[in-house]
């Protein structure tokens, strides 16, 4: 429980790395904010942490889209409050 009270927004969470550092950071404690363009599999992601006892959000986020990233910052603290890490 590293991380826990910390929160963390992970970018291309929806799989692969991402997707393995989402669960990762919310095993050790952390509270997750997932970004990604795939909305289905994001919020799979994010419903799976939910049901291992995590604490974890998703968002649409295309990092390559400046507004997605003002709407994943502006979101996450409604979300969760605030976060601290970003990955990715």
Known sequence: MR????VALISGGAKGQ???EAQLF???GAKVILGD???DLGQ???????????EA????????????????????PKKIRAFRYTCK
Not at 44 to 54: L, N, S
Not at 57 to 76: F, G, M, P, Q
């Open 18 to 20: 991402g997707k393995v």
């Open 3 to 6: 991380l826990k009270g910390k």
């Open 57 to 76: 959000t998703y968002v649409h986020l295309d990092v390559t889209n400046e507004t997605d990233w003002k709407s994943s910052i502006e979101i996450a």
């Open 44 to 54: 799979e992601v994010a419903k799976d942490i939910q049901d291992t006892g995590g």
């Open 37 to 39: 363009i795939l909305d």
């Open 26 to 28: 919310s095993k050790e």
